[in-house]
């Protein structure tokens, strides 16, 4: 059936007195490989011969004119020629009388077509026809082809012009971000570093030029922490496109050591009763913790050792006696509102007080603590123990913001930091903390 489509359709004109050389005709075409129309009724008085004509021819792929003495003579042969040549169909003349001639105009419009002789219907006819119309094939689809390529260029032209449109917008929109980070005289909030980072996607180059801000010694601190914060929001803007997400867990003891665990969100359930040592972790996200009528996500009685830690992202998880341990966060996004007991800890080894590998460092984070203090008056009952330690962390570009209380601090020091709290230098002087290049917003 599939081959059937392939076979040439001819229209077979002749005159109704060589109805018998006509069959002949039809029948050979037909048994060498031609799908042939023949009409074999007679045009009656009234008859709408044009309107069949087009019907018919159109649905061909070429016209065989018998051409005799007759129907070189027929009105109704010429009309088809001439309909078919108009339509731009393939014409074969097949002469079965050697004298006959058709009209002057029509012999002009056929020179160019070979006559076929009677003698070779059955020698070969049907495959010089085959040969013809997937000439004119391949010539149609010549066209047909360049006629698609100009349109699919002309499509390509426009989408590459919208295309560019759309990257020269993306890249002034970068332009302004980066001289106002340039520019910025105080730190911006989270908030407002996400939503202008968002709304950029993943431009490309972003990456490249916030962390060359962020790196340049010469640039202010405000200016480097902001680059810090927005590229931190940009990685993790990133990082959608390959996350595995986790709608809950239950996980409860084990140990992790030497391995890596990374590109996951943990939106409910609880992990309790972990040790790992030496293990890098990238890109992690915990949901926010349970409330009276909702599940959370929890973090309980876990120890965290030597960790290496990028992207960390804590969204006010529940966190009960867990610590960390001489770890390394970078590009970290910690709200501890949900934390009790979480301790932040460096513990050098004896007579190796210089040592830099086994220290907490905090670097390029953002640190939230959203929780109210007490209400005048009333008595606060809990200890730093029982709540947040933060104990020989160096702290590198990180933003507080929030309520922290100055005794969670002890023997840190900090660098380039932005305190958008009700922290000051001379309370966490108290705590033997130091600082150098940091900014107090609410002193």
Not at 298 to 303: I, N, V
Request: net charge neutral.
């Amino acid at each position: 059936m599939g081959l059937q489509l392939f076979r040439p359709r001819l229209f077979v004109s002749y005159s109704r007195s060589d109805k018998d050389a006509a069959d002949i005709l039809s029948v050979a075409l037909e048994r060498q490989g031609c799908s042939v129309w023949i009409d074999r009724k007679e045009v009656l008085v009234g008859d709408d011969f044009v309107r069949d004509l087009n019907v018919q021819l159109e649905r061909q792929d070429g016209l065989v004119l018998l051409l005799t003495e007759t129907s070189a003579r027929s009105s109704w042969c010429h009309a088809e020629v001439q309909h078919a040549l108009a339509s731009g169909m393939s014409v074969f003349v097949v002469q079965r009388d050697t004298g006959s001639r058709l009209p002057d105009a029509l012999e002009r419009l056929l020179r160019d077509i070979q006559r076929l002789p009677w003698d070779a219907v059955n020698h070969g006819l049907g495959e010089q026809i085959r040969r013809a119309a997937k000439r004119r094939r391949t010539k149609l689809g010549v066209r047909a082809g360049g006629a698609m390529l100009v349109i699919v260029a002309a499509v390509a032209m426009m989408q590459f012009a919208v295309d560019r449109v759309n990257a020269l917008n993306m890249s002034r929109r970068v332009d302004a971000l980066i001289a106002d980070i340039g520019e910025a005289t105080i730190a911006w909030s989270g908030d407002e570093v996400r939503n202008r980072v968002e709304s950029l996607g993943t431009a490309p180059g972003l990456s490249d030029r916030l962390r060359r801000i962020a790196e340049d010694p010469g640039r202010a601190a405000t200016v480097r922490v902001n680059g810090w914060q927005a590229l931190n929001a940009a990685e993790l803007g990133r990082q959608k496109e390959w996350r595995v997400h986790v709608p809950q867990i239950r996980w409860k003891g084990g140990r992790l050591t030497d391995t890596l665990w990374a590109n996951t969100t943990y939106a409910t359930g609880d992990i309790s009763d972990l040790r790992l040592d030496r293990v890098r972790m990238a890109g992690l996200l915990f949901g926010a913790g349970p409330t009276s009528n909702k599940e959370g996500m929890s973090l309980a009685r876990s120890r965290i050792v030597n960790a290496d830690i990028w992207f960390l992202r804590i969204d006010g998880t529940q966190m009960m006696d867990v610590e960390f341990l001489n770890s390394k966060f970078r590009g970290a996004q910690l709200d501890l509102s949900g934390a009790a007991g979480l301790r932040f800890l460096s513990r050098l080894p004896p007579n190796d007080i210089l040592s830099s590998s086994d220290v907490s460092i905090m670097e390029d984070s953002w640190i939230v603590q959203r929780s109210m203090p007490p209400d005048a008056g009333t008595l606060d009952m809990g200890t730093p123990e029982k709540e947040i330690i933060f104990d020989g962390v160096q702290f590198v570009r990180v933003r507080f913001e929030g309520y922290f209380k100055p005794e969670w601090f002890r023997n840190n020091h900090f660098t380039d930091c932005v305190f958008a709290t009700g922290l000051t230098e001379k309370s966490l002087a108290k705590g033997g903390n130091s600082e150098e290049r940091s900014i107090f917003l609410g002193q």
